[in-house]
């Protein structure tokens, strides 16, 4: 006698809606767009390469981003949270600036591919970042630093951070004049005088002594226009 077939099940449907743990999240989106600005610059970051990177269709991004831009906010916020501006309103403003530069060209020099696109990105909408320049903004109000100048003195100082955090990607013979050497002799002697190491922490530690020293005078009494000089 032929044994009996057990009759076969239907495979189980997937519930409707969405799922219990969601595929997507906007710190998952955030690391792939990290990733996507790193190897193919902001040109190479689309919607479309960010789906397909996430193996998601381009529509479900929206469920959680709006637009390109605010994906670019997002990893500006996500790098920024990095930055430790927790000196100021501790210390005194000068060693908290020092302190804050230097916590900024660490998290921007992991990241160096992002540099050129964080710089242009509005902060609106950008918590973690928000918070910092709050913090910061406090900070030299608070040591009396005018309204009209604190938002210049936090943009001359992130020119300078942003710009030595591209250095540390610089070749170590980024200043060699090769064969041009003896049409630069001055410029060819002050590079091979140049002591080795961390060129790029030795030059960035130069300009931001150089940064705060000019921003001390700037900051003395009597110094900003239309501040009249106290009396010790």
């Not at 990893?75 to 930055?83: L, R, S, Y």
């Not at 160096?112 to 709050?134: D, I, K, Q």
């Not at 951070?161 to 004049?177: C, K, N, R």
């Not at 140049?194 to 002594?209: I, N, Y």
Request: charged fraction near 20%.
């Amino acid at each position: 006698m032929a044994p009996s077939r057990q009759p076969s099940r239907p495979a189980p449907r997937r519930p409707r809606g969405r799922p219990s743990n969601p595929l997507l999240t906007v710190d998952g989106i955030t690391a792939a767009a990290v990733r996507l600005l790193e190897e193919r610059g902001q040109d190479g970051l689309t919607m479309a390469a960010l789906a397909r990177r996430l193996d998601v269709a381009p529509s479900a991004l929206y469920n959680h981003v709006a637009d390109k831009q605010d994906v670019l906010r997002a990893v500006q916020d996500h790098v920024n949270a990095g930055i430790d501006c927790s000196a100021f309103g501790v210390l005194p403003w000068d060693e908290a600036l020092a302190a804050w530069a230097r916590s900024y060209r660490d998290a921007y020099a992991r990241h160096p591919a992002l540099v050129p696109v964080m710089a242009v990105t509005p902060v609106r909408s950008a918590p973690h970042t928000v918070a910092m320049y709050e913090r910061v903004s406090a900070g030299l109000t608070a040591a009396g630093w005018p309204a009209h100048l604190v938002t210049n003195v936090v943009v001359a100082v992130e020119s300078f951070v942003l710009g030595s955090a591209l250095d540390t990607q610089a070749p170590e013979d980024i200043f060699d004049p090769g064969d041009l050497a003896a049409a630069a002799p001055a410029f060819d002697a002050a590079n091979r005088a140049r002591p080795g190491g961390d060129t790029a922490l030795a030059a960035f530690e130069v300009g931001l002594q150089a940064l705060l020293t000019g921003l001390r005078v700037l900051r003395a009494p009597g110094s900003v226009p239309g501040e009249e000089r106290r009396t010790p």
